[in-house]
């Protein structure tokens, strides 16, 4: 079966420190690993995806992230945080189908 | 349009009503999905179309849950007798070919009493 697990459900860093929001998966075959943060009372924004190439992926507002394939993995690194960035993240998963099987989500609190 | 939109925003219903959602994607996408947001999880998929056809339906959690896309632009997500536990954060997305980074809507808030 295909997961997503986010294993905190909140993680709290001091502005301009770097973040890491971790993100482990499950699929048979190749994923297409997906990044989205939500604000509040905001829809899902899209902030990066691997699908194949580099394991380092870069998206937006500076974001970037590892696939680690022996590790299962695709945290969601940045290497100053933003008070800015404070919101909801969610890591997904696409597999054969066009659906998205997303993670429970994580809180980023960045303190000033 | 520029974005998904997505109306009502919020929607408060007594339990037992009909109610639709409306979901209006971004001009040329062909790919439209629909996903429910419960209170602390994150989206669960309910149904995606290509065009005018349910190309996966198997996310609707029963046969109250609806959704048509009759001209392959705006879609309606209907739910029938709804139940309390109906209340989510109803999510409409849409790509230009299925997958890729989906474009999403701020959201109908859906709360049944």
């Known amino acids: 079966a295909q997961s997503v697990a986010q294993p905190e459900d909140q993680v709290n860093v001091a502005e301009g420190n770097p973040l890491t929001v971790k993100c482990t998966y499950s699929v048979s075959g190749n994923p297409y690993l997906f990044w989205y943060v939500q604000y509040p009372n905001r829809g899902l924004q899209f902030l990066l995806k691997?699908?194949?190439?580099?394991?380092l992926v870069k998206g937006s507002y500076g974001f970037e992230a590892e696939f680690n394939k022996s590790q299962t993995s695709f945290h969601l690194k940045k290497p100053s945080a933003l008070v800015s960035d404070s919101a909801l993240y969610f890591c997904?998963?696409?597999?054969?189908?066009?659906?998205?099987?997303f993670g429970t989500g994580t809180r980023l609190q960045v303190f000033p | 349009g520029a974005g998904v939109s997505q109306t009502p925003s919020n929607k408060v219903t007594e339990k037992g009503k009909y109610v639709e959602l409306r979901c209006d994607p971004i001009s040329g996408h062909t790919a439209l999905y629909w996903y429910r947001q419960s209170l602390g999880q994150g989206p669960e998929f309910l149904i995606y179309?290509?065009?005018?056809?349910?190309?996966?339906d198997s996310g609707l959690p029963n046969d109250r849950f609806f959704a048509v896309r009759p001209e392959g632009s705006v879609s309606t997500l209907k739910i029938q007798r709804t139940e309390r536990g109906d209340s989510a954060v109803y999510l409409c997305?849409?790509?230009?070919?299925?997958?890729?980074?989906?474009?999403f809507g701020s959201g109908t808030r859906l709360t049944v009493v």
């Open positions: 997305a849409s790509s230009r070919q299925g997958g890729d980074g989906y474009t």
């Open positions: 179309f290509q065009g005018t056809g349910a190309a996966d």
């Open positions: 691997y699908i194949t190439g580099d394991n």
């Open positions: 997904a998963l696409r597999r054969d189908t066009d659906k998205l099987i």
